[in-house]
Nanobody, 122 residues
Framework: QEQVVDSGGGTVQPGGSLRLSCTAS????????VGWFRQAPGKEREGISC????????YYADSVKGRFTIFRDSAENSVYLYMNTLKPDDTAVYYC???????????????WGQGTQVTVSS
């Protein structure tokens, strides 16, 4: 069964950092574009970053550019999202997803993780 698993969320203070992990079973992430999305209560799901499958080109939403870094570890069949200088507005459920096109539109992704909660609060 093809499955994407995201993890690494937690509660941090403003200015803190977290690393989210995306792994898969029955699915080779190296053959897919991998994206990170987030959804805060009462808001639409937002695409924040993705990484291509061939040359590892990275893409970021303006809201996280300069603070978040996406990284692909092909040997581990994993993708990580390093989040620095976190703000309360970053509080959301974060989802990893796999697709075929390096875009930040959620409807271009076919395999989704279950989500991991990130809370930024003092």
């Amino acid at each position: 069964q093809e499955q994407v698993v995201d993890s690494g969320g937690g509660t941090v203070q403003p200015g803190g950092s977290l690393r989210l992990s995306c792994t898969a079973s029955g699915l080779n992430l190296n053959d897919h574009v991998v994206g990170w999305f987030r959804q805060a209560p009462g808001k639409e799901r937002e695409g924040i970053s993705c990484i291509s499958r061939d040359d590892y080109t990275t893409y970021y939403a303006d809201s996280v550019k300069g603070r978040f870094t996406i990284f692909r570890d092909s040997a581990e069949n994993s993708v990580y999202l390093y989040m620095n200088t976190l703000k309360p507005d970053d509080t959301a459920v974060y989802y990893c997803a796999a697709g075929y096109h390096p875009v930040l539109s959620w409807d271009s992704y076919y395999y989704w993780g279950q989500g991991t909660q990130v809370t930024v609060s003092s």
